[in-house]
């Protein structure tokens, strides 16, 4: 295992604590997150198990994509984001939380060198499940730290089919999901990819926002989508990485994973001896 282990204090102070949200890395030099000057936060939230190069490009493209006219992109900061809501579990399968943050943290010192004008790339923990209590979170986060949380908003990166479950009528019953998500989508966006899939194509993923648009999901207020960002993606093949796929071709010894991550998440991966077939899964 890595001698580094840097996230293992403040990972085992968040379990022990109180706090629904804490921010354990940033890239700023003065050691804050945010500053008056951002007004976007674009939070990828995510397993990271591993990161990826899926993962990749919805922070370049919700990094270049043009929300408004007043905004610039070195008023954008990176939030990559860790949920340990299952925490009781230090060491969950397939990889330990730990492990994630390292691999976690590659990536922040990679979107670092390769974006230097977005200033503030973060990595933070909640204990949230849910979208709309991790807005609530990071929000009260930056009102604690002098933010004006109304001059900030909220982006959560998204696959097609997070956005399919965020917006969900069973997962807020007996609450109606109008009553349930009208603060979240007054102080949020949400910033969406298409992917491939085999159950649905990309004209049906782009109408899905057409038909919010114009009423056709009863349970979601039309005005819900201009809060919403759905764009194609850029690359065919990025569209199919998951996760769960790098893993398995870790599991079968398919070096075919290896151009799906970035070079230092590869070396770690090895190094580390993740995923390995030997490891209980």
Known sequence: MTSLRRFYKPLQEFISSPSDFKLIY???????FVSSGIKRICV???SFNPPHLGHYALIKESLSHNYSHDEKQDERAILLLLSVKNADKINPAPESFENRLEMMYLMAQDLANKFPETKHI???LTNHAKFVDKSVSILNYLHINGIDK????LTFLVGFDTLIRIFNPKYYLPDKLS?????FMKS???????RNDDKITIDEQSNYLTDIKEG????IPKHWSDNIFLINNYSANVGLISSSSIRADIIASNNNWQDKVIPEVKDFIINENLYSPKKKI
């Open 150 to 153: 109304n001059q900030m908003k």
């Open 216 to 219: 056709k999901h009863e349970h």
């Open 26 to 32: 940033s890239t700023c030099k003065e050691n804050k």
């Open 122 to 124: 973060g990595i933070g």
């Open 188 to 194: 949020t966006d949400l910033f969406c990819l298409t």
């Open 179 to 183: 009553n349930s998500l009208e603060e």
């Open 44 to 46: 990828l939230d995510s």
